[in-house]
């Protein structure tokens, strides 16, 4: 099993509609929960982070996290062609002996006008 | 504020040659780290240093890659010598503190033929 896993995509949604990206992880004890967006030969930049159980809101993004489920998800509410992108879910989680943020391999959103 | 600044962006090298990549994280940041990503992928960690000190290099391929992070603040990650798998971007990051928001920086694409 995967530390951090997410859906390869590509997700194709329609401009306006929602796009709801999802993410699981493997370490009951992880704390910190990050969605990164990564464009097409950019570095990643941080769209949000959340750290209790709930949903936390910024702007169209919505960070939703379940740590009894083990799992995270992001939606982008009123999806626009420019959140096309690669979004990475990364989580801190003890790996090797080491605390370190590990990331999923990313899910593709692809938003059609 | 300048962010996390790396070069070269781009390096073409053929096997067996070395090859080092340079960063400067931002102003203030104690914690800096380089990643390694392949191609749809999600960034792997190598190395993370607190200050001056490697903390945690278990994923670091000893053999032939080496980092320093002399004074604390910019670092040199080397390769030598240089395997066609090591054809990756990579990426240097930097927070103010250990598991604070991680900046990343453009990154370096590096091909070895």
């Known amino acids: 099993q995967k530390e951090v896993e997410q859906n390869s995509g590509p997700l194709s949604v329609p401009e306006g509609a929602i796009a709801s990206l999802n993410c699981t992880y493997s370490d009951r004890g992880s704390q910190s929960f990050f969605w990164y967006r990564q464009y097409s030969g950019k570095s990643p930049e941080l769209i949000m982070s959340?750290?209790?159980?709930g949903d936390k809101e910024d702007g169209r993004f919505t960070a939703q996290l379940n740590k009894a489920s083990q799992y995270v998800s992001l939606l982008i509410r009123d999806s626009q062609p420019s959140d096309s992108a690669t979004y990475l879910c990364a989580v801190t989680l003890n790996s090797g002996g080491y605390n370190k943020l590990i990331f999923g391999a990313g899910t593709r959103l692809a938003v059609h006008p | 504020e300048a962010g996390v600044v790396q070069s070269p962006r781009y390096k073409i090298i053929e096997k067996k040659q070395p090859v080092a990549f340079w960063c400067n994280p931002i102003?203030?940041?104690?914690?800096l780290y380089w990643y390694r990503q392949n191609l749809g992928q999600g960034p792997e960690l190598l190395i993370r240093?607190?200050?001056?000190?490697?903390?945690?290099d278990s994923q670091l391929p000893k053999d032939r890659f080496s980092a320093e992070r002399l004074k604390g603040v910019d670092s040199t990650l080397k390769i030598q010598p240089a395997e066609l798998g090591d054809s990756a971007v990579y990426l240097c990051?930097?927070?103010?503190?250990?598991?604070?928001?991680?900046?990343f920086g453009a990154g370096t694409r590096l091909s070895v033929l």
């Open positions: 959340i750290y209790s159980n």
């Open positions: 102003s203030g940041h104690n914690t």
């Open positions: 240093y607190e200050n001056e000190e490697a903390v945690d």
């Open positions: 990051a930097s927070s103010p503190g250990t598991w604070d928001i991680q900046y």
